[in-house]
């Protein structure tokens, strides 16, 4: 005969910690405990597997198992020396789901099961308490209610017509409420709570055509039905789906002695940490209600006390609490969560689970408890969530502060900033070379902005979404940014902006927090992250586990040296159109593109050429000794035009040149679908001179820097091939190009050619592009673009409805869709290694700063991710997790 | 030891013509012609096994071939009577490359080889014509000193102080002119010709600073070398990349006793078909002069005459040529190109080869050589080139017709148009209503534009290339369209356009050929395509044989018939958005689009309804048996609103909405990447209402024309899936709707959905896919744009350079990239049918009917491929060859 059902109490437990799979989290971390001899109410676990046989059978329970559960009943009747449905003596039960991992929502409670017009007799003898055991019988038959017969919520009809829907239970209670006068749950007497007993039952009778169930042991076969169903409802099985928990898992049903923490002042309840969830400090954490229940403390209701002071009231409880919670802490090496009940100076433990920290908080205790050999090194590294550390690389605005809230955005990019106010990107840079601190306020941004974007403290947009041009750069710049925030309105000439009755003059100082997408006027105080001590400690660890390097991608010394600072090992994508924008350089480059011939545009280029290398040398300095992939020019040239008639006739005016002339070149340059069209290596077979210009930069600084002494191995990366004989054709020049300066300095340095794979096309062809590339990086911003035939830009229409309706589970523009574009990669690297053994492969889409994205490049063995440098420590992180669970099952967390 | 030299001469050859890949094609038909006792002058044919060794022993002539060569020449000198070198009787030769697939441009030829100072002599004796002899001599270092010292063109500077190219024998030729007053080659007499040779000879010392060749050995062994290095020149390694020709194939070299049809009047020389290569009449067909060489035919310095006149001037040699012809034709059973010289009243045969043909002489001459027993039906299939039937599908200009050419543009889709002048859409549809033909000129179309341009006998744009839109369009439609016609200027408000001096009015006649690019004014002489006869007998045969079937892409019933006239079985594309432009549906369309909420845009959608209606019923009509693939709506909405300033204030006008609303509708529905946004079933999904009025009027259709006991199977189609989510969330809710209609009307059809598989993750999500979709079609177009990065619209600026510079080998719109579009297609497939295995899979895009496409659709296993409806005998045509070539090697013309 299979056994279903595992007893819990007085002597031990069927069931243990290890069980999970078949008790559920909660009936495992029951059964633990008791067998640690911690005080917990005796009860028993119906297994997983009953759950399963009952969907197997139809619906049916397995053989044996009503018997299982009735022997166990009488089992616990014995330990607890009362009986189910007994008129003096009555036992009273919870019943709970609790499955292998935890499913929050799903979670179905029925409290104070066995409770009828016969039993509360008994109970109300045995308390000489008529007013509480009527409290608990509205509350079992109000839960009962809800989770067996799924009574809820009811269309009603309001005075002035309108439709509402409301829980019956809730209106009947107002009712009565105003009936006896009463303001609270807690005012209502004895006889307004039966009133409300005698109500409930009729609801229950109109509803079910039936009465409320007397019998204890029907209630409870109704109740484990009510939990196994819950399995299988619509609710259920999307957030398996979601978070991929397999259908066959089923759910266990804990049934357990109900204490009390509501008996009077001898009474109580409780929630704790076993360290501090905010700091990580090793402290006890917690709070307590006298007289009370479980939901009090959690509900609000009453203030309740730190936890400290229940030494005060019972001295001897405390201690078995800090005993019981040290012995936890030290069973399960790690900080717990835990409830528990004081029944008339009796302590009950309920629960038991892995605590929910901060990140700072998880980073403190996962290095302590590693020093205080609790856990080892690993260990360590896996309990700090990647994605988490995000919180600790931002400066923060201060919770503690008095802030003015005068706009909300979508928090684009995180972190805090404060500025004064300015609407261009000439006046941000006019103010920020003054050393001003500034945040540029834009209707949008657009490449133009670029500048400005990089002199500001933050960026505030009124339209775009997280994925606009705003938000794209300033994640890449590790700037907060706030976008779409459409309550502002800017009135240029007034060079001010007003939300709502508020006016902010250009030169206000505002504070932006992009983590939750605030604006807030005036300075408001900030945290400064705190990146070393136990962070740094943590992060040296990850990288003595990981494989997978991790580089960044930076188009400025600053952002190098940021990223440097936060342990990249290289730049595995540095842009070079950004250094086109800036203020001087962008004439120059106009000047080419309004050129007839290739004659023009080298003479404009060559006005270029020394500016472009004195970016290079900047940026070698930085990432001495390391390699840095550089991509030749990518977007189309009228990227670099204006496109207002405004716009274009100030500028022929500017740069001396007819209005018509320059209205005609770009017209001549729009595009229908610019990111398929006129860019990327199509820019650079078209106009050699250009990439020639840039190759010939790019060697001039790495020959001066190897001239001194130093090493640095630029990677040159021509973007957007589509064939190997784009690739062929390229590099054919620019390998001469880079012989000849080198042959002109008298030096030699170290360098590759090679390629970005973001169209899908490179990926399938992979293995004769191969033949041609020393090394793929993945643009995988623009293969997702491509591989969904999505524009980013214009995704806004309908993505997040997608979201909403789980058509996509995830952002692909966020998490890596490795169903689609991860078989691409997956095509690429395999294709292109299996032509050339030694191929280096990393990918530079802001994907490579995501954690599961990251564990999927180190699977498919990358040699490294590249990322804005913000994320770096994320990816190292990521990377070290992905080294640390291999081999593992796909990870879905089990805590309950 | 091996064999290299194969000779052939009077009593045989050692060759055939089935030993191409060992001779050559020119080799292995002469060792043909041979052995068919038909007079070749003799000689021998070095293997393309020697060419081979000869580069793998780094450029030395295999053991022995050199020697095999000496014996070879001592017999052909036996056989011929005369010697090489000799003083009174020499022997001459040509050499001539010769590889198993034919490769012109890269073939050298050397006449006269053996000439010297010493054999000149002995043939002056022999000819009693010393300037005949000289003339020989001239052409000899001529064309030797080109093939075996590479000695061309050089560098000189004119008068003016340019710089120019020239050949230095033609300039000493030039000079030798002026000196002898001579206006012709054949005006120099002895004198000069003698002091010509002096100067070329002086020419050859000093550029190779040595004597040119004495010995006439030495003169062959330099041209046999020359001609295997020719193997490996840049031109002709490119030509064999370009159609993938085997690098080890080798060339052949052929030597070849001299014979000379400028000895007189009782020599001569020609070229002639055996049948009419123009209209495939059966008849004798070909030209010859009297006392010339072969080269003076071809280059058109005197007038050859027909070839029936050589009856009159040598009998007995005409019918000796009759008799060989007819031989030919029936031993190759092919129609013959063949060359023929006359020595003093004896026949020779230089070459046979398979004769080049119009598409109307090449359907004949194979209808007609089945019917005459020579060939079988599946032969005469193979014998027409499918793309070949284009020429024979659409009217075309009569080419005696007199014709005034205005201009010239791109050829963008075939065949001729005679309309008057119009300029707008209006214009086209009010004309083309009151029965006038009409050609509309626009700047360039847009989807606006599609009315007009289905009332248009031909369309002729301004800008625009050979994918712009009104190009694609009109191809779809198998209309004549000329675009990018730059010489033309629109004078919009004079209703008139100019082009140099002439201007044309609107309601003036032009002509259009889409297949030149020519505009013509007035009505200029067309012929109309006889598809009956010999054409409708091979359609027939090419049916019987072919497995995939061909359906159309056609949106209107007047498509659907041109469709099934040429044999289409089904729709394979039935786009319903061009449906929404019609002139009334517009505007509901419209007022659909800028309503705010669902209930407005239904009751928009309900005016469109039975419109939609009636055109399905039309086409269903047309279609009745087969079935017919509906797309349901697909483009972004704003292809649906005007875009300039002044067009919206005139809808705005018209439509009676403040332009400001519209201007806000029209803005907020602007998109960077249109062809990557919020289109096709982006759109269903976001606004069901419009799939659900499209499937509503489908089945209503449907269901009316089943219940008139007719049958038709729709098959709907959702674009642009990315994930299967999308195809499920859309399938269900369309479904509910079908059923519902099926059960108002009381009948149920047969029906299908399906997807749409256009975008890469489509393809590599197939078997998921699948799950959901009952077929597949393949939307190459999008494909192509997606896996390429590539907008179709934009690559004018390059593609061009790309394909010129071949770096892509054919234009991907055209031919199906099988390296990249091509593999995704076949994963596709895989996926899809590993799920569904009896899926139906289909193709939609252009390439459907272009034949290399067709064979690889037919390749992969689809069950069909849809195309234009011109387009449709081709596809027919093309998928039997498919079946014909099973199991063939990648198929290169083998002909000489």
Same mark, same amino acid.
């Given at each position: 005969?299979?056994?279903?059902? =595992? ?17 559920? &989290?909660?009936? /495992? ?112 038959? #109000? ?5 067996? +017969?799924?009574?809820?919520?009811? *269309? ?25 006068? /009463? ?31 007397? %019998? ?22 999307? =957030? ?31 929630? !704790? ?31 309740? $006390? ?23 802490? #030290? ?69 503690? !502060? ?25 006046? @941000? ?48 710049? &590790?700037?907060?940014?706030? @976008? ?12 001010? $902006? ?66 440097? %600072?936060?342990? /990249? ?46 970016? $290079? ?8 000794? =390391? ?6 020019? %990518? ?17 022929? *005016? ?54 001194? &002494? ?42 590759? +050619? ?16 191969? @033949? ?25 229409? $309908? ?31 395999? *294709? ?31 040699? =490294? ?32």
């Amino acid at each position: 005969m299979k056994k279903y059902v =595992y007893f819990f109490g007085p002597g031990g437990a069927e069931g243990m910690a290890g069980m999970k799979a078949l008790l559920g &989290g909660k009936g /495992a971390n029951i059964a633990e405990m008791t067998n640690l001899n911690i005080p917990v109410p005796p009860g028993f676990t119906i297994s997983t597997e009953a759950c399963n046989e009952y969907f197997k059978n139809n619906k049916k329970y397995p053989d044996d198992l009503w018997e299982e559960v009735e022997k166990n009943i009488t089992r616990l009747e014995d330990v607890m020396g009362i009986k189910f449905g007994s008129n003096s003596h009555p036992l009273l039960v919870s019943v709970r789901s609790g499955g292998r991992a935890s499913m929050p929502g799903m979670m179905d409670t029925v409290l104070n099961l066995g409770l009828n017009e016969n039993t509360i007799r008994g109970l109300i003898e045995k308390t000489r308490n008529e007013r509480f055991v009527y409290d608990a019988y509205r509350r079992f038959i #109000t839960m009962f209610s809800g989770v067996v +017969f799924g009574i809820k919520k009811k *269309k009603r009809k309001t005075e002035d017509g309108q439709e509402i829907e409301i829980n019956q239970f809730e209106e009947i209670m107002d009712k009565i409420k105003n009936k006896y006068n /009463a303001s609270l749950d807690t005012d209502l007497n004895v006889n307004a709570l039966k009133e409300l007993v005698e109500k409930y039952k009729l609801v229950v009778r109109k509803e079910t055509e039936k009465n409320f169930p007397e %019998d204890p042991k029907e209630q409870l076969r109704m109740a484990i039905n009510a939990v196994f169903e819950s399995w299988n409802n619509q609710r259920a099985i999307t =957030y398996r789906k979601l978070y991929g928990i397999p259908d066959n898992w089923g759910t266990a049903v804990n049934v357990q002695a109900m204490v009390f923490g509501n008996m009077g002042d001898t009474s109580g309840t409780g929630v !704790a940490f076993t360290r501090d969830p905010a700091s990580g400090e090793k402290r006890f954490f917690g709070e307590f209600l006298l007289n009370a229940q479980g939901e009090d403390v959690v509900a609000g209701i009453r203030n309740p $006390f730190p936890i400290e002071e229940l030494k005060n009231n019972m001295p001897e409880v405390y201690k078995s609490l800090v005993d019981i919670y040290q012995k936890l802490e #030290t069973h399960y090496r790690d900080m717990q969560d835990i409830e528990f009940t004081i029944q008339d100076k009796k302590l009950y433990m309920l629960q038991t689970r892995t605590g929910k920290r901060t990140a700072a908080a998880a980073v403190r205790i996962a290095v302590e408890m590693v020093k205080e050999g609790l856990i080892d090194k690993k260990t360590a590294l896996l309990r700090v969530e990647p994605e988490q550390l995000d919180q600790l690389l931002h400066p923060t605005v201060d919770p503690k !502060a008095k802030a003015e809230v005068i706009a909300k955005g979508l928090p684009a990019s995180p972190g805090a900033g404060i500025g004064k106010v300015v609407f261009t990107t000439e006046a @941000a840079q006019e103010m920020a070379s003054k050393g001003e601190k500034v945040i540029l306020v834009r209707q949008e941004t657009s490449p133009e902005d670029i500048a400005g974007m990089n002199m500001s403290q933050g960026i505030l947009t009124v339209t775009g979404g997280m994925t606009s041009h705003a938000a794209v750069v300033a994640r890449g710049m &590790g700037k907060c940014c706030i @976008a779409g925030c459409k309550e502002i309105i800017i009135e240029e000439v007034k060079r001010q $902006f007003r939300v709502n009755n508020t006016i902010i003059k250009e030169g206000d100082w505002i504070t932006l927090d992009g983590s939750t997408g605030m604006v807030m006027k005036d300075k408001v105080k900030l945290i400064q992250p705190e990146l070393s001590g136990n962070f740094a400690e943590l992060m040296q660890w990850a990288d003595e586990v990981r494989r997978l390097k991790v580089r960044t991608n930076a188009d400025t010394p600053h952002d190098a040296q940021v990223a440097r %600072d936060f342990g /990249a090992e290289g730049i595995g994508l540095c842009r070079t159109e950004h250094m086109f924008f800036e203020a001087k350089r962008i004439d120059a480059v106009r000047e080419m593109i309004l050129s007839d011939t290739e004659e023009e545009r080298r003479r404009a280029l060559s006005k270029i050429l020394p500016m472009q290398r004195g970016d $290079f040398k900047e940026i070698f300095k930085v990432m001495e000794g =390391y390699p840095v992939t550089i991509r030749l020019l %990518d977007p189309p040239l009228h990227e670099f035009l204006p496109h207002t008639d405004e716009d274009i006739e100030a500028l022929a *005016k500017e740069m001396n040149v007819p209005v018509n002339r320059l209205k005609e070149k770009a017209n001549s340059l729009k595009e229908f679908n610019p990111m398929l069209g006129h860019r990327g290596c199509r820019l650079g077979i078209t106009y050699p001179e250009i990439y020639e210009m840039q190759v010939q930069s790019i060697f001039e600084a790495a020959c001066e820097f190897a001239k001194k &002494g130093k090493s640095i191995e630029p990677e040159v990366m021509i973007p957007l091939i589509v064939d190997v004989n784009e690739l062929r054709y390229t590099k054919e020049r620019l390998t001469k190009v880079a012989n000849d300066v080198m042959e002109r300095m008298g030096v030699r340095v170290k360098y590759m +050619f090679g390629t970005m794979i973001e169209l899908p096309r490179a990926a399938i062809t992979a293995d004769k592009i191969a @033949a041609e590339a020393e090394f793929f990086s993945f643009g995988t911003n623009d293969l997702t673009q491509t591989t969904f035939g999505l524009s980013r830009d214009d995704a806004g229409n $309908f993505l997040p409805f997608y979201l909403e309706k789980k058509i996509f589970p995830k952002d692909p523009f966020v998490v890596i869709d490795q169903d689609g574009v991860g078989e691409l990669i997956k095509m690429g690297v395999e *294709k292109g290694r299996a032509v050339r053994t030694n191929l280096k492969v990393g990918i530079c889409g802001e994907h490579g700063g995501e954690p599961s994205s990251v564990a999927f490049c180190h699977k498919i063995g990358l040699n =490294y991710v590249s990322c804005s440098p913000f994320r770096v420590p994320i990816a190292r992180l990521a990377a070290a997790h992905a080294v640390l669970k291999e081999g593992m099952a796909d990870t879905i967390s089990t805590t309950a």
